[in-house]
């Protein structure tokens, strides 16, 4: 059983440009959460979703951030239009839908590290 | 999500037991311990969780206080491989069919040394 693919591994864009990220769950897995890590900074939770369905997107900035986790596919991350500021390692998380417990982990991916210039 | 208390960064000789403390005092009934660390900006690796009895498994175990209200990760044998930032995470179980999020905080740096 593969592990969370995220790709690319690494990114380079120009300011102004758009960048996709993608993320692949692990198989039988239905939840989806993204994070951002700033260099020398700890992990901050972005969005979380269910296929087809955003459940909480608290995390995400206001403008520009999007996400989805289409019923086929990947889910993805979309920033329109980055800037310097959005740098970083976004990880991907995963955890499948659990009816007997309460309780799942959620295992991550190894992440796309973007670069604008 | 219940806040927690690291200390910042430990040291621990190569072979001995790392104990790694986690103050959660307001945790609640419904929320678990969960641990997890980061190898040099890896993507965070699962460890661990619990409710209220000590866990065990392949890589750690997890005492949990009788009143809940701190825990402690124990590698029982900790190789240079074992340097990381770990992060303890109170989290809550929804039940039957959600998982809510994980909220990470600082850790703790665990330096481990020849």
């Known amino acids: 059983n593969a592990g969370v693919m995220q790709n690319p591994r690494h990114l380079v864009r120009r300011r102004g440009q758009e960048a996709r990220l993608r993320c692949s769950p692990m198989k039988g897995h239905s939840h989806v959460y993204w994070y951002r890590q700033l260099p020398e900074e700890g992990l901050k939770f972005m969005v979380y979703?269910?296929?087809?369905?955003?459940?909480?997107e608290s995390g995400m900035p206001k403008e520009r951030f999007s996400a989805e986790f289409p019923k086929e596919g990947p889910s993805i991350l979309r920033i329109q239009q980055v800037v310097r500021g959005d740098s970083a390692a976004y990880f991907c998380a995963s955890s499948p839908h659990n009816i007997i417990r309460g309780d799942t982990e959620a295992f991550f991916g190894q992440g796309t590290r973007l670069t604008v210039v | 999500d219940a806040k927690t208390t690291q200390p910042t960064s430990m040291d621990c000789a190569e072979g001995r037991a790392a104990n790694l403390p986690c103050n959660h005092s307001?945790?609640?009934?419904?929320?678990?311990v969960y641990w997890y660390r980061q190898i040099h900006s890896q993507g965070p690796q699962y460890i661990i969780h619990g409710l209220k009895n000590n866990e065990t498994n392949e890589m750690a175990s997890l005492i949990i206080t009788e009143d809940r209200k701190s825990s402690t990760l124990i590698l029982p044998h900790a190789t240079l491989r074992d340097t990381a930032v770990y992060y303890c995470?109170?989290?809550?179980?929804?039940?039957?069919?959600?998982?809510?999020?994980?909220?990470f905080g600082t850790g703790t740096r665990l330096q481990v040394t020849l």
């Open positions: 307001t945790i609640s009934g419904n929320e678990y």
């Open positions: 979703l269910q296929k087809e369905n955003i459940i909480d």
């Open positions: 995470i109170v989290r809550v179980a929804q039940g039957a069919g959600t998982a809510s999020k994980l909220t």
